[in-house]
């Protein structure tokens, strides 16, 4: 509607006041009051048009919440979240990883991207939902160290390429050798939110066991450190136990051999501990448990609750040991939510975590790049919310293969898995350019990442990586965790500083030798030509002066 | 004077050989060359050297230095030894000899030989040394007495003489002798001030010598005058632009010397210069045509008058400043040509030299 139109009808208005507007429709948008004649909904009107929106309907429309918001990143998500499923299945069943990842260019915007692991495979039965379900999954409901946490990633995938390319998720799967593999095709109902198997094969399929996931989704490919490429080089570093091979769409092969024989200790899955638990989700903690009373309730659903510390909670909730959790009300669950705030409890148990640890980060590291200087931190772990954490930090300098006059290259890791997106979101990105860099010799203008020939990784392990977004991307800035990372940084960049320094003062050495062979001489010949002296004389003149100078300090 | 130059290079060079074989850091001791270095002997006349000296001692960074000081010591003593001469130019060449010692711009020698000047308390014409700039020029009722160059047959030069050119004051002027009836010696800022007097033959009506300084005196410049004023008893009159630079930097170094060179002050300075004009008064009792002062000027102005000891010294002076400054304005010599290109000669300065006794000191 223009201006005029506008103004026109106001006017108009104001002549005949009483009198009912000439374009009610239009009225309706600018005088809400004068406007007798708008059609109202009713609630009944509206509940016919409310309706349940399923988990995959509400994703079709917001895909990049998952990572799916331009072709190129894509491809990057597919591969991420079929490689993470791989590494976890592998580990959880103690099986030393074995990645086949092959990416075929269809056209130009349609990849196939295919990814085969030597894990345990999966029981027929669970297919369809793992891979044709959202926020389905083993994950969600444990507190443990994994890639995945929430079940979404692999079925979103599935589904973004059944949008975009009409192609249903290929699976074959084994799970030992005297057993058969079979081939599915699975297919999405996004309205809701269940598997199709569209078809379901026996296939002769040689490994022993493992899985092989298939899918063809709309993508562009691109080369560098925020593709494809670069996340593939990445999680090798992360994961030095894992052997990958990955075939790029020009059909170039790339070999990480494995650094590391030995499986990574498995992480323990722990209960949550009371002083992460949120209201809501320890009111529907008390209605689904399965204990009878409080303290039953309280020592079984949670780490870290003594019989004793249960009484204690109970007495300041005001309420008896005995009180069925599955009566308390929401004044209950709140009294008790209060409680447990102040009841002192000892921290999570922190051995549950699984670091990559100093040893093999320096080893990733240098397999990674040629540095002249390598050195690695592994922090015990701290506590977020409840949630056990552990910040380890690596960095490689100086070197040919580093660029001495731009910021340093940072990777961030959380639970192996490499973070290529969103870097100034991140609280590894946040503590980096908080640190000093300067007191260990490096260069850093404010706010900044420092400049130096310098590549810096930081890995993040935790039962619950708090990220900023469901794709994964960013690490919420939690002040404990901004703390451990400044402090796994401040560890080795000590170490960088005592390095640099040693490195400046041999170059202060190396300038003082050089000064003193070149200008001592001259000191010979000067005096030679005032006093007359001969050579001989010259030449001990010169001597005891450079020892002399060679043992001064200035 | 140059004769015990040579000694003095030799006990240096000397002592700086028997510290290193005594297995010692050797020391050389300069005097510090600037202006926090001197203090106005209004008696004497002159800025006299205060005596604060730096320690240079021979350690790692220092030794290029230290390298470069000796090797222009051993450079002066062969000029003296060999009766020669070389430039600051040229001697900047000679180090390109000097491999890692040599010189990369001629600042740097520059430098180490006025240090050197100083450490021995002579002047670098002295040491063999000499600058490129000419002395200044000379017209008017004066013979000057020099020397063959070839045979040492003393040389009579009538600066009556030159027409409408000018007798140039030599790069050395020690030997010099003079010979005059002048009365005064006149002596002017700018080239084209002084190609006026000459033409118009001011020196023959008012019974002067004039001489034109170019900006800066040179030390020769200088010298020659000092030592013309001081044999012959000749006042010595000064006539520069009216602005900071003219008074502070042109006048102040002329009579009384420099921070810099303040080892050498009492040779070449001229302690008995007064100051003609162009004074600030003067620009509003001729109602002469102003610029505004430069911020540049302002700053100098100031900073003579808190800083340096000639004009802490002369009241006379710091009102005379302080007074330009909050004029705001500068007058340059020319601008007495306002009011006719010979008011200079026929009204300016025989009122002027009428009464010498009002010239500022």
């Known amino acids: 509607m223009s201006g005029a139109t506008a103004k026109k009808t106001n006017s108009g208005g104001k002549r005949a006041a009483p009198a009912k507007s000439p374009a009610p429709a239009r009225a309706v948008k600018q005088t809400p009051r004068a406007t007798p004649k708008v059609v109202r909904l009713t609630a009944a009107d509206m509940a016919e048009k409310q309706r349940e929106i399923s988990v995959s309907e509400f994703f079709t429309k917001n895909r990049h919440l998952l990572g799916f918001d331009s072709p190129a990143k894509a491809l990057l998500t597919t591969v991420k979240e079929a490689v993470d499923n791989a590494l976890d299945a592998c580990e959880e069943a103690g099986i030393l990883p074995d990645l086949i990842l092959e990416i075929q260019e269809v056209n130009e915007t349609r990849y196939r991207v295919s990814v085969q692991d030597n894990g345990p495979g999966i029981v027929k039965a669970q297919v369809p939902r793992i891979f044709g379900q959202l926020l389905y999954g083993s994950k969600f409901h444990r507190l443990r160290q994994s890639r995945g946490q929430q079940g979404i990633g692999i079925s979103a995938a599935a589904m973004y390429g059944q949008l975009t390319t009409g192609r249903a998720i290929g699976v074959i799967s084994k799970t030992g050798a005297g057993k058969p593999a079979h081939r599915f095709e699975i297919q999405i109902d996004t309205r809701a939110n269940r598997p199709v198997v569209v078809a379901d094969h026996e296939v002769e399929w040689i490994p022993a066991h493992g899985t092989r996931v298939e899918l063809e989704i709309e993508a562009t490919y691109k080369k560098g450190r925020h593709s494809v490429d670069g996340y593939v080089e990445q999680t090798a570093m992360a994961n030095p136990h894992a052997q990958i091979v990955y075939v790029d769409p020009k059909g170039e092969r790339v070999e990480y051999p494995r650094v590391a024989q030995e499986l990574p200790v498995p992480p323990k899955e722990i209960k949550p501990h009371p002083h992460g638990v949120e209201l809501g989700i320890l009111l529907k903690m008390l209605h689904e448990t399965k204990a009878k009373n409080l303290q039953g309730f309280l020592t079984s659903e949670f780490s870290r609750v003594s019989a004793a510390s249960a009484d204690e909670i109970a007495k300041t909730a005001m309420l008896p040991p005995s009180y069925s959790p599955h009566k308390a009300a929401r004044d209950q669950a709140e009294a008790l939510y209060k409680a447990i705030q102040v009841t002192k409890l000892m921290a999570p148990p922190a051995n549950v975590l699984s670091p990559i640890g100093e040893e093999l980060l320096l080893a990733g590291m240098k397999k990674q790049v040629e540095a002249k200087f390598y050195a690695a931190t592994s922090r015990s772990p701290a506590v977020y919310r409840g949630n056990p954490f552990c910040v380890e930090a690596a960095l490689a300098f100086g070197g040919e293969a580093l660029p001495g006059d731009e910021l340093i290259t940072m990777l961030r890791f959380a639970n192996r898995v490499p973070l290529l997106y969103q870097q100034s979101a991140c609280a590894v990105s946040k503590s980096v350019t908080q640190t000093n860099w300067k007191a260990y010799g490096l260069q850093q203008s404010r706010g900044a990442l420092p400049t130096a020939p310098m590549l810096l990784m930081v890995h993040i392990a935790s039962v619950w990586v708090p990220f900023t977004s469901e794709s994964k991307e960013a690490v919420a800035s939690y002040p404990e965790i901004m703390k451990e990372i400044k402090l796994a940084l401040m560890d080795v960049g000590r170490k960088l500083g005592i390095y640099i320094r040693r490195g400046l003062r041999e170059s202060d050495e190396e300038k003082k030798r050089s000064y003193i062979e070149k200008y001592i001489p001259h000191i010979g010949i000067a005096l030679q030509e005032i006093l007359g002296i001969d050579d001989k004389e010259r030449d001990k003149v010169c001597a005891t002066l450079k020892d002399t100078l060679e043992r001064s300090r200035t | ?361």
């Not at chain 2, 010294?313 to 302080?322: D, I, T």
Request: one cysteine or more.
């Open chain 2, 1 to 361: 004077m140059s004769e015990n130059l040579v000694p003095k290079i030799k006990k240096e060079a000397q002592g700086v050989e028997d510290q290193i074989l005594k297995k010692k850091k050797p020391m050389m001791k300069f005097p510090v060359r600037s202006l926090a270095n001197v203090k106005y002997a209004e008696k004497a006349g002159y800025f006299e050297i205060r005596g604060m000296k730096k320690e240079r001692t021979l350690t790692v960074n220092t030794v290029k230095t230290f390298a470069q000081t000796l090797r222009m010591m051993a450079l002066s003593k062969t000029l003296v030894e060999t009766d020669d001469i070389a430039t600051k130019r040229e001697a900047y060449y000679v180090s390109k000899n000097w491999g890692d010692a040599r010189f990369l711009e001629q600042t740097e020698s520059d430098t180490v030989m006025d240090d050197v000047e100083a450490l021995f308390e002579v002047n670098r014409e002295q040491m063999g040394f000499v600058p490129e700039e000419k002395g200044g020029d000379i017209s008017g009722a004066l013979i000057v007495v020099d020397k063959d160059t070839d045979t040492g047959k003393p040389i009579r030069i009538d600066c009556t003489q030159f027409g409408s050119g000018a007798y140039s004051i030599p790069i050395s002027v020690e030997h010099l002798k003079f010979e005059t009836k002048a009365k005064f010696i006149l002596v002017i800022e700018t080239a084209g001030m002084f190609q006026r007097l000459v033409k118009h033959g001011y020196w023959k009506k008012a019974n002067c010598i004039l001489v034109s300084m170019g900006g800066v005196p040179t030390r020769a410049c200088r010298r020659f005058i000092r030592r013309l004023a001081d044999d012959k008893k000749l006042p010595v009159y000064v006539f520069v632009d009216g602005d900071p630079y003219g008074i502070s930097n042109i006048y102040r170094t002329f009579k009384v010397g420099s921070g810099n060179a303040a080892h050498i002050n009492e040779f070449f300075c001229v302690p008995q210069a007064r100051f003609l004009g162009i004074t600030p008064q003067d620009i509003i009792d001729y109602k002469l045509p102003t610029h505004p002062l430069k911020e540049v000027d302002v700053k100098r102005a100031k900073d003579a008058i808190k800083n340096d000891p000639f004009f802490k010294h002369h009241k006379a002076w710091a009102k005379a400043m302080e007074h330009l400054v909050s004029m705001g304005v500068r007058a340059e010599q020319q601008a007495l040509a306002a009011h006719g290109l010979n008011y200079v000669i026929d009204e300016y300065l025989p009122q002027k030299i009428a009464h010498p006794e009002r010239f500022l000191p």
